[in-house]
């Protein structure tokens, strides 16, 4: 079971980047998803997250600007960033709450990261 970001870049002040995260490798039941940052000297902070049942939250910082939405049959989570600020350089992670079914049918619970992606904004 494995996630895999993709998506980030370098931008000027004002631009947008999407970036884009995939869960692979088994038949969820049950997904929930979201993007963190960190930025180089703070904490890791959550930016937005999705739930299996399509609902959404934002930081304060980004409410407006950005847009968290999935392809559930192809899991795969989006974030849509416009009007990106200097202050939102870091490295994004994109992070998942599982659920799946083994084959003895029993249900395994579990929490997965993917690599990160680096947004650079430059002013």
């Known amino acids: 079971v494995q996630l895999q970001a993709s998506g980030g870049g370098l931008v000027q002040a004002g631009g947008s980047l999407r970036l884009s995260c995939v869960a692979s490798?088994?038949?969820?039941?049950?997904?929930?998803m979201a993007w963190y940052r960190q930025a180089p000297g703070k904490e890791r902070e959550l930016v937005a997250g999705?739930?299996?049942?399509?609902?959404?939250n934002y930081a304060d910082s980004v409410k407006g600007r950005f847009t968290v939405s999935r392809d559930i049959p192809k899991n795969t989570m989006s974030l849509q960033m416009n009007s990106l600020k200097p202050e939102d350089t870091a490295v994004y992670l994109c992070?998942?709450?599982?659920?799946?079914?083994?084959?003895?049918?029993?249900?395994?619970?579990?929490?997965?990261w993917g690599q990160g992606t680096l947004v650079t904004v430059s002013s």
């Open positions: 992070g998942a709450d599982y659920t799946y079914y083994n084959d003895a049918d029993e249900p395994v619970v579990g929490r997965l």
């Open positions: 490798g088994k038949t969820f039941s049950r997904i929930d």
């Open positions: 999705i739930t299996n049942g399509g609902s959404t």
